[in-house]
């Protein structure tokens, strides 16, 4: 049988780190990643035959669960006509009109393949549109690894403390301004100075890459009010919070209109995609429309379109996002009272379908609170649970995510591998 370990060595001396995107490496909580053989519903199985409650989620797109059969199927049936095109499809046009349905300010979309490609296409037409280089963003939030976006960012920026990364030009950096996440005053202070600079101001609504932080009250509407009045665009990078918090995404559950959307992997169902929209008279400056330039070959590819229509179908059943959320504070709830019981200094956070958890006593609504938190105690229990056959995000610094095929039972098991597991924290 091939194990984990021998998979990781081999990995080690033909990727960096072993991995393909960083915080798979284990680099944060120690030890070594296992690798998944196969998914299916709440649960991930790795090359040894280990199953594992997955809260990870492909990182979010699995909310219907691991290969769920009518997202399988819909690509099965896309496969048959053939893997990509490179010229328009009817499905980009079934998957632009769902978009607008359900995030209403989504006038108009361009298709594209990853989050990042989003963020920066959305920043680009923001620059373009308003003649303005300098965009705002918040310390601990991540959009993806575009130059613009690795000043003060947060997952696996964060987790291993490059905030700013080598080979991003200071003078890129520089056109990147950066507030504390939750502190209005700060945002209203840094407007009075060089809003008439300032292009778009980009955040993640609920912030899911500094553990999960959600806004004050308030908050989002003070920034929207910011950016109206010095005539800058608002952008939410709702990657994680799109069809997750709410079924129109953080705008719909806060009630606050950006100006630009930008989506990702969620709306592929576990294929590469990512999307970004909002107004018509900004979208149409894009090409070929208008001169702001941006491409992909593979945007809007009829196989990723297929995957994304069925799985967002799937989240318009009545009553899923309820039932998602309900399903995250039953988790949530049973950690505390676990952590409890064991004398452990533990909190939450949860908005919709997604969850923070934190080693400290305090309630976390600041980035500086979170990185406060013991990390350390994270990391112990990360692979107590792991041991368990439990996986969370491999760092203190990433939401979990919940899924419709986490059942009251995967979470009853969720809660008693955690009782087990604070226990020897507390040991
Ligand atoms: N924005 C946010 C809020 C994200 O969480 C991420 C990735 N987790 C991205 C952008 C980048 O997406 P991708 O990894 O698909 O490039």
Known sequence: MTTNHELFQRARQLMPGGVNSPVRAFKSVGGEPFFT?????????????????????????MIVGHNHPAVREAVERAVKDGLSFGTPCAAEISMAETLGRLVPSMEMVRMVNSGTEATMSAIRLARGATGRSKIVKFEGCYHGHGDSFLVKAGSGALTFG????PGVPKENADLTLTLPYNDSDAAKALFAEQGPEIAALIIEPVAGNMNCIPPVDGYLQALRELCTQSGALLIFDEVMTGFRVALGGAQAYYGVTPDLTTFGKIIGGGMPVGAYGGRRDLMEQIAPAGPIYQAGTLSGNPVAMAAGLAMLELVQAPGFHEQLAARTCLLVDGLQSAADASGIAFTTNAVGGMFGLFFGA???????????????SFNRFFHAMLERGVYLAPSAFE????????????????IAAAREAFRTLAA
């Open 399 to 414: 939401a979990g995510f919940m899924s419709s095929a986490h059942d009251d039972d995967v979470i009853a098991q969720t």
């Open 37 to 61: 053989a196969r998914a299916d519903g709440a649960c991930l199985w790795d090359v040894e035959g280990k199953r594992y409650i997955d809260y990870v989620g492909s990182w979010g797109p």
């Open 162 to 165: 490059v905030p700013t990364s």
């Open 362 to 376: 305090a309630k976390v609504d600041t980035y500086a609170k979170a990185v406060e938190c013991d990390s350390a």
